[in-house]
């Protein structure tokens, strides 16, 4: 059951995020809320995802219970704000956010951590 209202695929349980870092090279993963600090990462990535070929976008909602593998992940301890973003690269986490991200700052990550 899809929880945000968003233009990006989706992820519901923590085996099917799973399955996508396993199964695809370069994966960002937007952990949040239908929240005005959530919204301009998703709308950056819906515009990214025409462009960015080489990556996969997934949404996932930050109050799923299943959302835990990335609530509770080493990389967002000591996270404050919404949303945690998750950058995956051959199944590994390259890079967390949390918080806000402009444009320039997500395309700047894509570029320099999963190339």
């Known amino acids: 059951m899809k929880m945000l209202q968003t ?3 989706e992820i519901e349980s ?3 995020l799973q399955k996508i870092i396993t199964e695809n090279e370069n994966v960002m993963v937007c ?21 960015r070929e080489d990556v ?12 835990h593998v990335i609530r509770n992940a080493p990389e ?4 404050m704000g ?12 390259a890079h967390a ?3 806000i991200q402009s444009m320039d ?4 990550v894509l570029d320099t951590k999963l190339n």
């Open 7 to 9: 233009g990006i695929k």
């Open 31 to 51: 952990c949040g809320r239908m929240g005005p600090m959530c919204i301009p990462v998703y709308d950056a990535m819906e515009e990214l995802e025409e462009d």
């Open 97 to 99: 956010t949390s918080s």
């Open 76 to 79: 967002a301890q000591g996270f």
């Open 56 to 67: 996969k976008f997934y949404s996932m909602a930050f109050d799923n219970p299943e959302a």
């Open 14 to 16: 923590a085996d099917q």
């Open 105 to 108: 700052q997500i395309t700047n």
């Open 82 to 93: 919404l949303p945690f973003t998750m950058y995956y690269k051959n199944g590994k986490v």
